[in-house]
């Protein structure tokens, strides 16, 4: 079993910077790929980035792309996600989830979800 907490969500303006972090405790943190999701209201929820058990290899969403950055510090068990010139159409719940499916950009290929933190991009 693996828990996962996410945090750093917030309201900024259009064109700021915000830096997700999602926390694992439980089995072995370098034993999972990680991938971000996200869902607006009104919305399915989306993939966003996805990055390696090792941190080599990642993989974006068009949509981010350019803009958003995943990273991963084994040592401290933590994923992040570094979102830079942000859009209202970035406004949703951000969800870190674990899985063992290297590149992985479906829900259903993840096995363990954190509970979401919120992001509002205000225009």
């Known amino acids: 079993q693996v828990q996962l907490v996410e945090s750093g969500g917030g309201l900024v303006q259009a064109g700021g910077s915000l830096r997700l972090s999602c926390v694992a405790s439980?089995?072995?943190?370098?034993?999972?790929?990680m991938g971000w999701f996200r869902q607006a209201p009104g919305k399915e929820r989306e993939f966003v980035a996805h990055i390696s058990r090792s941190g080599v290899n990642t993989y974006y969403a068009d949509s981010v792309k350019g803009r958003f950055t995943i990273s991963r510090d084994n040592a401290k068990n933590t994923v992040y996600l570094e979102m830079n010139r942000l859009k209202p159409e970035d406004t949703a719940v951000y969800y870190c989830?674990?899985?063992?499916?290297?590149?992985?950009?479906?829900?259903?290929?993840?096995?363990?979800w954190g509970q979401g933190t919120q992001v509002t991009v205000s225009s």
């Open positions: 989830a674990a899985g063992t499916t290297r590149g992985a950009v479906t829900g259903p290929e993840y096995d363990y």
């Open positions: 439980g089995r072995t943190f370098s034993s999972y790929h």
